[in-house]
Every structure is written in C-alpha cells, then in structure tokens.
C-alpha cells in the first residue's frame, strides 16, 4: 500500500480530462479510454497504522472527482502496540495517515460513480480462475510483535474477492554489486551519509545514493534531499580522495561500446527532451514521452 499503489488506483479512477492535460502516455490514455473500471481494492498485509503510502498521496486520492474512498470500520480499530507505534512523535507519518483515514471515513460519499476500497489485514493467497482472472484468496492476518516491529502472521481464516484485473506492488529489495559492502539484511549499501562503509569504516572513495543507499521509501523530494547528502559527502572528501589513474571519460565510453552498451550524452538528451515537449504541444500535453529505448535510440539516429 505504498505511493506506487495509489498512483496505480489513482490512475485507473482519475477523470480522464484531467489525465489527458498531463504527460502521461498517448497509449495508456487509449486503453483507459476503453476501461470500464469502477471498483478499485487497494489491499495490504498489515494495518492503517503501518501503511506505507504518504499523507499526501492520500489526501490527493480521497479528492479525486467523482469517486469515493471507503474503508472497512473494523479495520481500523488499533491493537495496543499499533496505537503505540502512533503516539510515538517521531512517527508522524503513521499518525497523519491514521488521522486522515478517520477523516474520509466521517466525510464518506455515496454518490459516485467509482469506488476506492482501501483494506487491510490480508495476505495473498492465490490467484483464482481458469482461462483469465476471476479473483483472489486471501489469508487474514494478525500483527504480532512490539510497537515499531510487528508482523503480520498469516491466519487460516480465508476471504475471496472477485476481481478481473490484478496489480501487484509489493516494493523492491536491492541487489549487491560484486566487491562492494552490502548489507543482505536490509537490501541496502551500508553507508554514513551516504559514504561508503565495510565493518565501520569508510570504503574509500565510494558514495551511495537513493533506494540502495536507505531502502525503497520516500518520493522524488526525498531522493533529491538525499542525493543532495551524498554530493555533499564527496565534496567534503575531495581533496582526500586518490585520484583516478586514467581520468579520462573516453575509457569508459569505450569500454560501454565494446559491450554493446548504447550510451546517451547530454547534448542528445537535449533533443529528446525538445522532440518529447514538441510532441506534447501538439496535443495542448507538456510533453509526449517517449515510452522505450527503441523509441529513443530511433529518434536520435535521424537527428544526429
């Protein structure tokens, strides 16, 4: 139930007007156009008080037109480490969305014409159906474990939901890179401030930046402070570092080249940037992106 979810329900309950004034492609815009979606279930494991999406991207879902977010009232009543887990100020993100959530539920409207159902406390089970989708089985969960560290433990009780269209956005675990430190635990490089570090101490000339450097949270702003910490990091160490043996970029375009590795230099994205915005002007859109490599690397081959 993270902001990936909500952008994927908001998408699919957005006022297509609205939609067709952003950026977002010519073919999706085609195919929603043929949806006939009314009913969207967001469902996730855990609780309201551990949900993984924003304040804000919350907010924005429950403003859509002419669709109405619903929450079952029994999930939302919080077991004793979930309030806990609330109360703590330095968890100010659960007790916004809690707090929130208790506001959609008094201000609930009836008259929409598609629907947002948010729930909780249920584990995927299985998809059901024969020549497509029908479904999917649920296991009930219970969380267990202190404040700040509970789990959902899957129970026997089951619940079926009927459905024709499944997404599934369950986050992202990162991946180690061959001679770096990694921690398998977290899915992370181990870092401070973004500096590279192995057993404690620095990993000499190596920075991390993002979702590897603390795990798949946060949003663009997020990544933006947090790559701002790690430029930080390295202009501090600059005159420390050891310089490379061989500064010189061509070695590494060589080297992509010899892999069959295409590569895209500033002036190029230039133009892509330019071709996309154009293409957008054309339908009164900031820009039409581009959706592929293909697409990309087609373009520029008959303007360069």
């Known amino acids: 139930q ?5 952008d994927i329900a908001r998408i699919l309950t957005k006022d297509l007007s609205l939609l067709k004034q952003t950026d977002i492609p010519a073919y999706a815009i085609s195919a929603l156009e043929k949806s006939n979606i009314k009913t969207v279930h967001l469902v996730g494991r855990r ?3 551990q949900a993984a999406f924003t304040h804000q991207e919350l907010k924005e879902l429950s403003e859509l037109e002419n669709c109405t977010l619903k929450f079952n009232d029994e999930e939302l009543s919080l077991n004793e480490a979930s309030k806990e887990e609330i109360s703590d100020d330095k968890n100010i993100k659960g007790k916004r969305n809690y707090e929130l959530i208790q506001s959609i539920t008094e201000n609930e409207s009836t008259t929409t014409d598609k629907t947002i159902h948010i729930q909780f406390y249920k584990s995927p ?3 059901l159906g024969d020549e497509k989708l029908e479904g999917i089985r649920f ?4 969380l267990s474990g202190p404040a700040g560290n509970q789990k959902a433990i899957v129970t026997e009780s089951i619940v079926e939901l009927p459905c024709n269209i499944a997404f599934k956005s369950i986050g992202y675990k990162g991946r180690p890179i061959e001679g770096i430190p990694f921690d398998d635990k977290k899915g992370t490089i181990p870092n401070t401030a973004g500096r590279v570090i192995q057993d404690g101490h620095p990993f000499s000339g190596f920075y991390t930046s993002g979702w590897i450097k603390r795990g798949a949270t946060g949003v663009i702003g997020t990544n933006k402070k ?13 005159e ?8 010189d970029t061509q070695s590494i375009l060589n080297k992509l080249k010899e892999t069959g590795v295409r590569t895209i230099n500033f002036a190029q994205w230039k133009k892509v940037d330019e071709e996309e915005c154009r293409l957008g002007q054309l339908n009164s859109k900031p820009r039409e992106k581009f959706t592929s490599a293909e697409d990309v690397f087609g373009f520029l081959n008959g303007h360069t």
């Open 2 to 6: 993270g902001n990936v979810a909500i």
């Open 47 to 49: 609780g309201p008080a």
């Open 125 to 127: 089970d299985a998809f």
């Open 139 to 142: 296991k009930e969960t219970e």
């Open 226 to 238: 947090c790559s701002q910490e790690t430029a930080d990091s390295l202009m501090e160490d600059l």
């Open 240 to 247: 420390h570092l050891t310089p490379c043996t061989v500064p």
